[in-house]
């Protein structure tokens, strides 16, 4: 007997139901829009990584991998395998990474670029893993998707995406590739009876037009940045049995709630960024210690390796900002599976110190020196180009 849909009904649900839900949504885009146009070079880049790194983290849980959180820094840092495919994955979750991280590597927003160019630099995904055929499902997610995406956002006269959303969902239900699949049903013989058990359908890669659809809400002036939306496309608002109405429901609703918790990224971003400027705002703005520190705070722990492939410093430049971060209470040292990895501290405000709002702590000897070490070798790098 076939399952009846929670918000199948005998009629529609309301326009006004509907206009609120709308409305709801509108509000929330123009202030995530807003909050974006306000941030700091800081504020960005801490947003950036944290933002791909909730992109990665619902990708793969929307893929199938229960698993991925919980194995994500050790699989991230290379000591850990990736998390477990099931029968209910389509491909790889090591697919998954690579494709949305090349794809947002080419950002049209520079700070989005940059933070995806950092994480694959640094990135240990793959290394206990050669490439395969199916690994290519998430290229080809990714670019049937931003071809659907595309076609919902033309000739889009509107102030507002909800047109374009809705053309959006008619062309995913269509498509092969993203429409639901229904669920399977196995039998197999116990106690001399046939007995049919209904198992749940395999997912469709609906993380790939989450990393699109910011493109939709670009498209009519909604926002400036076409950033992606994890978990705004379920396959929910997908099913056929959904009265028009209902669908759009299920489809701002989802969406309002991505975007809730992207603003609420900028927040995150923003605390980071006053604790982080509080601490090592004396430096120059190409040191490595705030870049660092921003990756392990906003993303995952670094090993040595890592930090020495994707801030370009030598090993024994990666000991010196892990001791000058560690004494600034900013990170620590920890031993995962036989290899140190620098894990972000966020410090917090100790009773009796100078709060940040009113007055500069003094920088620390180790960041100040190592800072002007630095300086230094920019300084001869740059007069030695100029004799060439």
């Known amino acids: 007997m076939e399952r009846i849909h929670p918000l199948a009904a005998d009629a529609d649900v309301s326009p006004e139901e ?200 670009s498209a009519s002036g909604t926002w400036v940045h076409a950033i992606p939306c994890p978990g705004a496309v379920t396959a929910e608002a997908l099913q056929p049995q959904l009265w028009p109405g209902e669908r759009a429901l299920l489809a701002v609703r989802s969406l309002h709630l991505s975007i809730t918790r992207i603003c609420a990224l900028v927040d995150q971003a923003r605390r980071r960024a006053a604790i982080v400027g509080g601490q090592l705002g004396h430096l120059r703005s190409s040191a490595r210690a705030p870049q660092v520190w921003i990756f392990l705070a906003a993303f995952a722990p670094l090993g040595l390796d890592q930090m020495v492939s994707a801030f370009g410093v030598s090993r024994r430049g990666t000991y010196a900002i892990g001791d000058a971060l560690a004494a600034a209470g900013l990170a620590r040292r920890a031993s995962i599976k036989g290899k140190v990895l620098l894990v972000a501290e966020e410090r917090r405000h100790v009773p009796g110190e100078i709060p940040q709002d009113q007055g500069s702590p003094l920088p620390h000897p180790a960041l100040a020196e190592f800072d002007a070490a630095m300086a230094e070798i920019d300084r001869l790098l740059s007069s030695n180009s100029g004799q060439l």
């Open 18 to 217: 509907l206009a609120v839900a709308q409305a709801a949504g509108a509000l929330a885009f123009g202030r995530l829009d807003g909050l974006l146009a306000g941030l700091t070079d800081i504020e960005k880049r801490l947003f950036c990584v944290g933002l791909l790194r909730e992109v990665l983290l619902a990708a793969l849980a929307q893929a199938g991998f229960t698993d991925a959180t919980l194995r994500f820094h050790a699989w991230f840092a290379g000591l850990d395998r990736g998390p477990q495919e099931t029968p209910l994955t389509c491909c790889s979750a090591y697919a998954v990474v690579r494709a949305l991280l090349g794809e947002l590597s080419h950002h049209p927003w520079e700070p989005l670029a940059d933070a995806a160019q950092t994480i694959t630099l640094a990135a240990r995904f793959g290394a206990d893993r050669p490439a395969h055929a199916e690994d290519a499902l998430g290229d080809e997610a990714l670019a049937k998707a931003a071809d659907l995406t595309k076609q919902a956002s033309m000739n889009d006269d509107s102030a507002l995406p909800f047109a374009g959303l809705a053309r959006l969902n008619a062309l995913l239900r269509a498509d092969p590739l993203f429409a639901p699949v229904e669920r399977a049903v196995r039998s197999f013989s116990l106690g001399g009876r046939e007995v049919a058990v209904e198992q749940a359908a395999p997912r469709t890669p609906l993380w790939a037009v989450d990393a699109a659809l910011g493109r939709v809400l």
